[in-house]
């Protein structure tokens, strides 16, 4: 980057901690650190729980995959509108009486302290695993980016989010949330205007929609049901709706944001605003993938978007290298003149030269991600190198540091949050609970602050010892569906099953979580490296040797703890 860009980023960075942190004279109790004495505006708090989510893992790891799959990512969002109505419907009324600070509080007083503990720890698990992802998503590109070490880039993401996260507490987070937000967006109608503006004039928007579509490439619904799919309408309405209703209804990084705001009417607004834009939103995101896989079929691309030069150390391997690029560079000019006269013609021969053109370009890179993979004995994916690369080359000096801060606000927006609720948690549920509400508001003021640091500090230092993912977006999603599941079943039983105990709802949880874990190592499909899951042989028709995805985990959580939680109430009505 240039010096115009690094001082742009410099003073994003410098303005985000004075941001955050100035609200911290506003936090001298835990009401103020933690809630914002529940004075948050509703669309402050709608536009937090819209940047917790849309992280730089949106940034990055979407666009990525839109631009080597297509646009059936969306189907996984389909079930939002309905979890919300959901959760503004139920759990927003349940919350608002109790006036609560965490999700975990309410079941107490039905469940009993073990089934409150069990909940809250199983959500310091899942988050604190989580947060080490969430910081490591950006550092890998943005080390890229900014030619830093890697280690360097994550501790810079680590510290600063930590610093105005401990000082502010939940105002400086929602504050700063607000104005990332906004970069963020900027950031991505930006790159979408400057890839149409330079599209060849022949082609045009309308031209690159009809070369993607040729592809494939615009294909957004799925309406076969095939469990072994990660994308389809099936398992983005059915699986991810208990994604979904457990991520924003249960999970303390979503329901602390509407606990800041004064009333239910406000929390709703919050929650609904974000129903009815997170699929506009993720659509525009994976279309702007779309067009980025279009813009390079007439610019310039590396074989490989991770690793720009070549890789071969021995002579062989050379060879072979330098063979492959050769063939990918015939097939790149090849591909771009198809598609010119695809798009003059639009006949179905010209269509299906392109088509076949397209083909050809992609088994030379494939190769040349095949043969990277081979030297460095790790699988070699560059899913997440992809529109970093497009940042880098091809928008104008100035705006780059821009866009680079708008990534760093997509991660700092999802940290800060993830910092907040894990302190919450950690006092509320398990300091303050435990030890009894004896100290006085500035012992836990500093406390929570302490606390803070510490999970943030913990979550750099798993980021530094984490090695590459495949598509972050999708490792986030997967290790949230071993836990949400589960922790919905609970909340279940509390909202509509009257004769569910405390036993009954802890055995269930537990049996939820147990379920999970033994259908992973069961049916686990080793021949895949991911986390999809092997059917048994003797339920499905001859010849069937799919794996089922993971959003699936989901429901088979809750049904196994409401099944269970309902069972053992009826067995011991009674707790002791």
Request: net charge negative; with cysteine.
């Amino acid at each position: 980057m240039s010096w115009i860009d690094w001082s742009v980023l410099l003073a994003f960075l410098a303005y985000t901690i004075w941001d955050g942190t100035r609200r911290g004279k506003d936090a001298s109790t835990i009401e103020g650190y933690l809630l914002a004495n529940r004075s948050m505006p509703w669309w402050a708090a709608g536009l937090s729980v819209m940047a917790t989510q849309a992280s730089a893992i949106t940034f990055i790891g979407t666009t990525g995959i839109a631009y080597v799959e297509d646009m059936r990512f969306v189907q996984t969002y389909l079930a939002t509108p309905f979890a919300m109505i959901f959760i503004c419907m139920f759990l927003v009324p349940f919350f608002s009486k109790m006036k609560n600070f965490t999700a975990y509080e309410v079941l107490e007083e039905r469940f009993g302290l073990k089934t409150r503990l069990t909940t809250s720890g199983l959500f310091l698990i899942s988050r604190g695993l989580a947060l080490g992802v969430v910081i490591a998503a950006p550092s890998y590109v943005l080390s890229l980016l900014l030619g830093l070490p890697l280690n360097i880039t994550i501790l810079i993401i680590g510290v600063i989010a930590t610093a105005y996260t401990t000082v502010g507490g939940i105002a400086g987070v929602i504050t700063t949330d607000v104005k990332q937000m906004a970069i963020m967006m900027f950031g991505l109608i930006f790159c979408f205007i400057l890839i149409w503006v330079n599209l060849p004039e022949e082609v045009g928007f309308e031209g690159a929609l009809y070369l993607a579509g040729s592809l494939e490439k615009l294909t957004a619904l799925d309406l076969n049901f095939d469990l072994s799919e990660k994308y389809n309408v099936w398992s983005g309405v059915i699986a991810a709706f208990f994604l979904m209703a457990s991520y924003f209804g249960t999970d303390q990084t979503q329901v602390q944001r509407y606990l800041t705001t004064d009333s239910e009417k406000n929390a709703r607004k919050s929650l609904l605003m974000t129903g009815y834009a997170k699929i506009p939103m993720q659509f525009f995101i994976l279309l702007l993938g779309v067009m980025l896989y279009v813009f390079f079929i007439f610019n310039t691309a590396p074989a490989s978007f991770r690793a720009t030069e070549p890789v071969a150390q021995t002579e062989q391997q050379q060879i072979v290298e330098q063979k492959i690029l050769k063939e990918y560079e015939v097939a790149h000019l090849a591909r771009k003149e198809a598609a010119l006269e695809a798009v003059q013609n639009r006949n179905q021969e010209t269509q299906q030269l392109f088509v076949d053109a397209d083909a050809s370009m992609n088994e030379a890179r494939d190769a040349e991600l095949a043969l990277q993979s081979e030297i460095r004995q790790a699988d070699v994916n560059d899913t997440n190198y992809i529109f970093p690369y497009f940042i880098l080359n091809h928008v104008p000096i100035g705006i780059i540091g821009l866009i680079v801060g708008g990534i760093f606000a997509a991660a700092l927006s999802s940290i800060d949050s993830e910092l907040n609720a894990l302190t919450t948690v950690s006092i509320v549920d398990w300091y303050q609970r435990l030890k009894g509400d004896t100290h006085t508001e500035a012992h836990y003021v500093k406390s929570s602050r302490g606390v803070t640091f510490f999970w943030g500090a913990l979550a750099t230092i798993s980021a530094l010892l984490m090695g590459e993912t495949q598509s972050i977006i999708e490792l986030v999603n997967k290790i949230g569906s071993y836990f949400y599941g589960s922790i919905l079943g609970v909340f279940i039983l509390l909202l509509w099953v009257k004769r569910a105990t405390g036993t009954g709802a802890l055995i269930g949880l537990i049996s939820g979580m147990f379920s999970v874990f033994i259908f992973d190592r069961l049916f686990y499909n080793a021949t895949t490296n991911d986390y999809s899951f092997i059917l048994p042989w003797s339920l499905m028709p001859d010849g069937y040797d799919k794996a089922i995805e993971f959003l699936w985990l989901n429901p088979v959580g809750t049904a196994v703890v409401v099944i269970v939680g309902i069972t053992i109430s009826l067995i011991w009505p009674k707790d002791k």
